[in-house]
């Protein structure tokens, strides 16, 4: 029996240890809990002369979270646009100085000039570079709130990020002091170094103040378009239809000669905004936009461009409706009432913000679908970032890995699963030089060739701290992206479909974290893939198969009543075994095709399970109704293999010719790529001489071979130059040995070298030549000739 003072000492400590237990000990991964709950009312004004932008903010801050609060945070990000900030001595240590040696016209800056409590004293603003903290008069206890007053200034920078300006106009991004999230891992005061953001999902009502002859494009919805817009445009936006309509066409419009209709159009204007459930505001003003419409299901799809980029910009506004469209059967609605596509000539790329994204004009005219895939990445971050609102400065995956996979998917439903990438050529021998790319292949093409560089980090890797700062894209984008495709191949594609529509549905406008999505998984999908989550994303493990050996054996004659029989009912009569090793640290399920010389073919797939009592090692049995002679681990490239060059019974290297472009051409997975040109070429020695140039590479560049052969027309003496590259990815994948030889325009010699990339800043880092010679065939040979040059430049 249990003593009276003994069970209640138990139970205090009990309750002591339940009441002091940190908010992230009471979360359940996969299900959301609490969340804080914001709203901002701003009122400012613009200065086009200044770029600088000035105003009120009032935060009501309502504290739903289990802890007492003593102070909130804010972010101030435009302050690391500036010499001596965090961001600028981040951007240095890289040897960036676009910060550091910024001129004093060209920076940014955001100051407080004075924070109350509404209705009450004065409260102090402590500021560190980006971020400022603000001690309350009281505690705010669980379930209160608090009402801040801020009289804050802003100034655009102008570089080429996320924010900056275009002739009077900015894109106004991170332009007021945001609250930092404070979540059940407490608050996140990140300092802003370039990378992410983070932010708690509220309302907005926000009055931005622009001189008359601008235009405005926004998060949220415009209040009071009938004070701010003129007729002509307000007819033209009631006008019933789906179809893509011009608002407005500055380069139609004539201004007024009168100057006092002149002093009157350029009067400020108010213009009144509301946005619900968003994380983040902003905001774009310009006074030379093509604005278009289109409409789809009754969202509103806006598009604001240049009049110069009328050409590519015109079908925008169609192809986001049809994005919308698809974005949202393959996901979740989309709640909010409008969409807007600006073009931002800032050089920031694209760029994704609640119901507004910005797009580069570098994208308009290169020949491929670039432009279409980066409208569908940016659009496809706001169910992914916009909805579902993970920290993205914690764990980008979860929003740029994501969004990668959506935009990929979206690709291959508006322009199909191939090709989509490029444009569709009509003259054959364009077809012939542009191959044809497709979004999936080139995030599996980049993830390898940069997973064989041994410079790979762990996709949960914070976005700030990345060792080597080539790591972080191909971690976070393309890795994500390729492991969510392999995981929807190895799960059946309509389970995973559902199973990531509901996670989506379940977490949006909340904020989910790593183990919330890995936990959601193993419950939709009805299985455990925490073999695939720890490896993948935690680790960085990798896919590497190996088939070792194929053998068959005919089979005992069935008894009498017996059938053994495989799909369609042909009776199986060889047993087969098969031998395979998984090297890479993931073991997953192996699809498998078999084929005879008859051409019989069948499929099978190589359960998980068999790697795991020899560590690596499988061997896998099954019954084929003939005698299988070759066999192809992973025939439809659902797995990221690093290595494919051993995935067959035949060892035969493949290869995929393809004419040189002298442009990027895109490896193909499994086979090598060999490129070609025809070349001509004439020097004193051996007067005019004609052949073949080639090109010859594997996808993660371990081997490759390069060269010329050909022949003089002078005489019938063949000439060659060959160099052949190997890098042991095994030994070190950084190291890359060559060895060239040559006899070339009346020169002969060799040469062996060894290279090493040093994975640090310095990119090329050294090359050591280990042994070379030559010597001219004759003394009327040209020091001139191809092999001089040749041996004086790096060959890749």
Not at 382 to 411: H, I, K, R
Request: proline fraction near 7%; hydrophobic fraction near 40%.
């Amino acid at each position: 029996m249990i003593p009276a003072r003994a069970l209640f000492t138990a139970s205090i400590t009990l309750f002591l240890l339940v009441r002091s237990a940190p908010a992230w000990a009471e979360h359940t991964p996969g299900i959301p809990g609490w969340q804080q709950d914001v709203h901002y009312r701003i009122s400012v004004s613009y200065a086009p002369q200044r770029f600088e932008i000035a105003g009120q903010e009032t935060l009501a801050y309502w504290n739903l979270s289990p802890d007492s609060l003593t102070e909130l945070y804010f972010h101030l990000y435009l302050n690391a646009y500036r010499p001596g900030s965090n961001m600028a001595r981040y951007d240095a240590s890289q040897e960036n100085w676009r910060i550091q040696n910024l001129p004093p016209k060209r920076r940014g800056g955001e100051w407080i000039d004075r924070a109350t409590i509404q209705g009450g004293d004065s409260l102090h603003v402590f500021v560190d570079d980006t971020i400022a903290r603000i001690p309350l008069p009281q505690v705010l206890a669980p379930g209160e709130s608090v009402v801040v007053c801020l009289s804050f200034r802003s100034k655009i920078p102008d570089v080429p990020e996320r924010m900056g300006r275009s002739g009077k106009g900015v894109f106004a991004a991170q332009w007021y002091p945001r609250v930092c999230a404070y979540d059940r891992f407490g608050w996140h005061t990140d300092q802003h170094l370039g990378s992410e953001f983070y932010g708690d999902f509220g309302s907005f009502d926000v009055r931005v103040v622009l001189p008359g002859t601008f235009l405005l494009a926004h998060t949220g919805t415009l209040m009071n378009p009938s004070e701010v817009l003129p007729d002509s445009i307000l007819v033209r936006l009631a006008a019933p239809g789906d179809d893509a309509i011009t608002i407005w066409d500055r380069s139609a419009f004539k201004a007024p000669s009168d100057s006092a209709a002149k002093r009157a159009l350029e009067m400020p204007r108010a213009w009144v905004i509301h946005a619900d459930s968003v994380h983040d505001f902003a905001w774009a003003c310009e006074e030379k936009w093509v604005w278009r419409r289109a409409r789809w299901n009754g969202i509103e799809i806006h598009t604001f461009h240049r009049v110069s980029d009328m050409k590519r910009w015109n079908d925008a506004a169609a192809t986001g409706a049809m994005m919308m469209a698809a974005l949202t059967r393959r996901f979740g609605p989309y709640p909010y009432p409008s969409f807007s596509i600006v073009e931002e000539p800032i050089g920031a790329g694209g760029v994704e913000f609640p119901n507004i994204v910005w797009v580069s004009p570098r994208y308009r005219n290169d020949g491929t679908r670039r432009f279409e895939s980066v409208i569908a990445h940016e659009m496809a971050h706001n169910w992914f970032y916009g909805m579902v609102g993970s920290n993205e400065t914690a764990q980008a995956f979860l929003d740029e890995g994501f969004t990668s996979y959506a935009e990929t998917g979206l690709m291959e439903t508006l322009f199909g699963r191939t090709g989509n990438l490029t444009l569709p050529r009509q003259d054959f021998w364009l077809r012939w030089l542009h191959p044809l790319d497709d979004s999936r292949r080139r995030a599996w093409r980049n993830y390898l060739e940069f997973q064989a560089r041994g410079i790979e980090e762990p996709v949960v890797t914070h976005s700030d701290r990345f060792k080597h700062p080539g790591a972080y894209y191909p971690s976070v984008y393309d890795k994500t992206n390729i492991g969510l495709w392999t995981l929807r191949a190895m799960a059946q594609e309509r389970r995973f479909d559902e199973a990531l529509r509901e996670y989506f549905m379940t977490w949006r406008f909340h904020h989910p974290y790593a183990d919330d999505f890995f936990a959601f998984m193993n419950r939709a999908l009805g299985d455990s893939y925490d073999w695939f989550f720890r490896g993948w994303f935690l680790r960085t493990d990798c896919v590497d198969l190996t088939l070792r050996g194929l053998r068959s054996f005919p089979l005992e004659p069935p008894r009498s009543g017996e059938t053994l029989a495989s799909a369609g009912g042909v009776a199986d009569s060889f047993r087969v075994e098969l031998s395979l090793a998984s090297r890479g640290g993931i073991d997953p399920p192996v699809p498998v095709a078999f084929r005879d010389k008859e051409g019989h073919r069948a499929n099978r797939v190589v359960p998980r399970e068999a790697f795991l009592p020899a560590a690596g090692e499988a061997v896998y049995r099954t019954t084929l109704p003939f005698a299988p002679s070759e066999a192809q681990l992973d025939p439809d490239l659902t797995l990221p293999d690093i290595d494919r060059s051993d995935n067959s019974t035949s060892r035969w290297p493949r290869f995929q010719p393809m004419v040189d472009n002298w442009r990027a051409s895109p490896h193909p997975l499994d086979r090598t790529l060999l490129l070609w040109r025809p070349d001509a070429w004439y020097q004193t020695h051996d007067g005019a001489e004609i052949g073949v140039a080639f090109d010859a590479s594997t996808v993660r560049w371990e081997h490759a071979l390069k060269g010329n052969l050909g022949g003089g027309l002078r005489e019938p003496r063949p000439f060659f130059d060959l160099e052949g590259r190997l890098r042991s990815l095994a030994a070190d994948s950084r190291a890359i040995a060559r060895a060239r030889g040559y006899d070339l325009d009346g020169h002969q010699g060799y040469r062996i070298s060894m290279s090493r990339d040093l994975g640090s800043k310095l990119e090329r880092g050294f090359r050591w030549n280990l042994m070379s010679a030559g010597r001219a065939r004759s003394a009327s040979a040209r020091t001139s000739s191809r092999s001089e040059r040749r041996m004086d430049r790096p060959t890749w």
